[in-house]
């Protein structure tokens, strides 16, 4: 049995555990392992109790040779995306974070209606004399303050709560915790090089955080 769950995708096992009721955090070696103790205890020496008519049975069979709709092949539905294991503290500060943003006001950089190259450069802080914005007009937008600044305890999360570590080759998928941790693939790793980060990825039980769907 072991040696089919080493054939079978991280994604598989995991879906395999979520059927089970049981934990999907981890690496694919404990994946397996915690199929293989849930197997074992269902193979555990219990009382196998019979049918108590074999014309129930004969029934259920007839009823499915019957139905001619009836699909074997089950299809494949969403995999949910893998979840940080986070304490309850970080848990509000995320939820804190989320809150501050809804009312943190969008920052651009003086007169960025006025040109479209300035609409797509993000905040410039203003310095000249005259600047309505520097002098806080109301009607020239917000400025850059401390005071903006989101909960530290979440500083520098990813929005799913996972710490950001960016990957260039398979070495460094190793020094990944799976549990608090997803890699960012770097944009200049070539596509076969990220093909076969992917697959370790999903060996390991690591979350990409910029996946590509044709990899």
Not at 139 to 150: C, E, F, Q, T
Not at 174 to 179: K, Q
């Amino acid at each position: 049995m072991a040696e089919d769950y080493e054939n079978m995708t991280v994604a598989d096992l995991k879906e395999l555990l979520r059927e089970q009721g049981l934990p999907v955090s981890g690496k694919k070696a404990e994946l397996i392992e915690r199929l293989a103790g849930a197997v074992e205890e269902e193979d555990s020496p219990v009382e196998e109790v019979e049918a108590s008519s074999d014309d129930a049975e004969d029934d259920e069979e007839d009823f499915f040779e019957d139905d001619d709709d009836w699909d074997d092949e089950e299809d494949e539905g969403h995999v949910a995306k893998q979840k940080p294991v986070l304490d309850e503290a970080t848990q509000e500060a995320l939820a804190l974070r989320a809150a501050q943003k809804k009312k943190t006001p969008s920052f651009r950089r003086t007169e960025w209606f006025r040109y479209k190259r300035l609409s797509r450069s993000g905040w410039r802080a203003p310095h000249g004399m005259d600047n309505k914005q520097r002098r806080n007009y109301k009607y020239r937008g917000s400025l850059v303050r401390v005071g903006h600044g989101k909960v530290a305890a979440a500083r520098g999360l990813h929005p799913s709560g996972f710490q950001e570590v960016m990957v260039h080759n398979l070495n460094d998928l190793e020094t990944i915790d799976p549990e608090t941790q997803a890699a960012r693939v770097g944009k200049t790793v070539g596509g076969r090089k990220r093909e076969n980060i992917h697959a370790r990825a999903d060996e390991l039980g690591i979350r990409i955080l910029n996946r590509r769907r044709n990899v």
